[in-house]
């Protein structure tokens, strides 16, 4: 029996999972239904750019005994004068159908939809055979550069055999592609959005800003501009950043974080950054213990049952 195969979660607790409705494989409903046989009582799905399979997950939630966090990944405006460069932010117990969020992310994904056009555009000009249908039948949900990805690795497997090749060549940052968007929210506004829709805005994986100068500064700039959590725990060694690493030196990596968090009275975070079968990484690979995940939550939404409130409320207002 294939439910017989698949090992347990490391972690019960996963808050950083994506799903169809962004870059990941499986539909929200799958991936609660494999958080339940893994093992995993709450994790958090935070699509980019996208509440699309929020509704979807918790319904399944609901029905597989798995706790569901409304939850979202916001892709951020590159200011590089700033040191601001490739940002996500986590936005976590969102009211996703507020009207005030959903009026700022339909115009984040306008702003991503006319980029992905104009980069499919500059492909087409530099002699890549590939067409705007092509990339949106790979996106069922928000587009995103590994739809690019993926489109280029099926019509030209030399040139890019793997996703990682594409990411180091045409898709790179500062690469040929680079178009910025049209609109982009800046990191104290989308922090300031998600807080006024109830949530908890957490930075997401700094050890992955190979571009930014200086990761603990940029830390410690936006834990004045609004952030309330830094997340801590991520599989940094299935990325290229520690990839060969011992688990030593991952460790002492991570370590880093955890001790800048609590030196800024950041609330701690962590999750796999689950893809499915688009990155070798399991759900629940990284997250927190169910006791770190009791006391985040007490401390995000208030023990009463159903009392948002925020930690740190005025921190950086």
Same mark, same amino acid.
């Given at each position: 029996?294939?439910?017989?195969?698949?090992?347990?979660?490391?972690?019960?607790?996963?808050?950083?999972?994506?799903?169809?409705?962004?870059?990941?494989?499986?539909?929200?409903?799958?991936?609660?239904?494999?958080?339940?046989?893994?093992?995993?009582?709450?994790?958090?799905?935070?699509?980019?750019?996208?509440?699309?399979?929020?509704?979807?997950?918790?319904?399944?939630?609901?029905? !597989?005994?798995?706790?569901?966090?409304?939850?979202?990944?916001?892709?951020?405006?590159?200011?590089?004068?700033?040191?601001?460069?490739?940002?996500?932010?986590?936005? !976590?117990?969102?009211? @996703? @159908?507020?009207?005030?969020?959903?009026?700022?992310?339909?115009?984040?994904?306008?702003?991503?939809?006319?980029?992905?056009?104009?980069?499919?555009?500059?492909?087409?000009?530099?002699?890549?055979?590939?067409?705007?249908?092509?990339?949106?039948?790979?996106?069922?949900?928000? +587009?995103?550069?590994?739809?690019?990805?993926?489109?280029?690795?099926?019509?030209?497997?030399?040139?890019?055999?793997?996703?990682?090749?594409?990411?180091?060549?045409?898709?790179?940052?500062?690469?040929?592609?680079?178009?910025?968007?049209?609109?982009?929210?800046?990191?104290?506004?989308?922090?300031?959005?998600?807080?006024?829709?109830?949530?908890?805005?957490?930075?997401? @994986?700094?050890?992955? !800003?190979?571009?930014?100068?200086?990761?603990?500064?940029?830390?410690?700039?936006?834990?004045?501009?609004?952030?309330?959590?830094?997340?801590?725990?991520? +599989? !940094?060694?299935?990325?290229?950043?520690?990839?060969?690493?011992?688990?030593?030196?991952?460790?002492?990596?991570?370590?880093?974080?955890?001790?800048?968090?609590?030196?800024?009275?950041?609330?701690?975070?962590?999750?796999?950054?689950?893809?499915?079968?688009?990155?070798?990484?399991?759900?629940?690979?990284?997250?927190?213990?169910?006791?770190?995940?009791?006391?985040?939550?007490?401390?995000?939404?208030?023990?009463?049952?159903?009392?948002?409130?925020?930690?740190?409320?005025?921190?950086?207002?």
């Amino acid at each position: 029996m294939l439910e017989e195969t698949i090992p347990q979660a490391r972690f019960p607790v996963d808050l950083q999972v994506h799903t169809t409705c962004s870059d990941g494989s499986m539909s929200p409903e799958d991936v609660v239904a494999l958080a339940a046989r893994v093992g995993i009582r709450a994790l958090a799905i935070t699509d980019h750019d996208s509440v699309e399979g929020v509704d979807r997950a918790l319904d399944a939630g609901r029905r !597989y005994g798995v706790e569901v966090i409304p939850a979202v990944e916001l892709s951020l405006c590159n200011e590089p004068e700033r040191d601001f460069v490739d940002l996500d932010l986590l936005g !976590y117990w969102i009211d @996703h @159908h507020h009207p005030l969020f959903e009026e700022a992310l339909r115009k984040v994904v306008e702003g991503r939809i006319e980029q992905k056009r104009l980069q499919v555009q500059r492909l087409q000009e530099m002699g890549y055979q590939i067409t705007w249908e092509e990339v949106q039948a790979r996106a069922k949900g928000v +587009p995103g550069r590994p739809h690019l990805a993926q489109v280029l690795m099926e019509k030209y497997p030399e040139e890019f055999p793997s996703m990682d090749a594409a990411f180091a060549t045409v898709l790179r940052n500062d690469g040929p592609l680079y178009i910025p968007r049209p609109f982009a929210l800046r990191l104290e506004d989308a922090a300031q959005l998600i807080r006024d829709v109830g949530g908890l805005p957490v930075l997401a @994986h700094p050890g992955l !800003y190979t571009e930014v100068r200086d990761v603990e500064g940029l830390v410690e700039r936006v834990a004045g501009l609004g952030v309330q959590g830094l997340e801590v725990w991520y +599989p !940094y060694d299935k990325t290229r950043v520690c990839r060969g690493c011992d688990k030593r030196q991952l460790h002492a990596f991570i370590r880093r974080f955890e001790q800048l968090a609590d030196r800024l009275g950041l609330l701690k975070t962590g999750g796999s950054d689950f893809h499915g079968l688009h990155k070798p990484i399991a759900l629940g690979e990284q997250g927190l213990t169910w006791q770190q995940y009791v006391r985040l939550r007490a401390e995000v939404l208030g023990t009463g049952s159903g009392n948002r409130t925020r930690v740190n409320a005025d921190k950086g207002a």
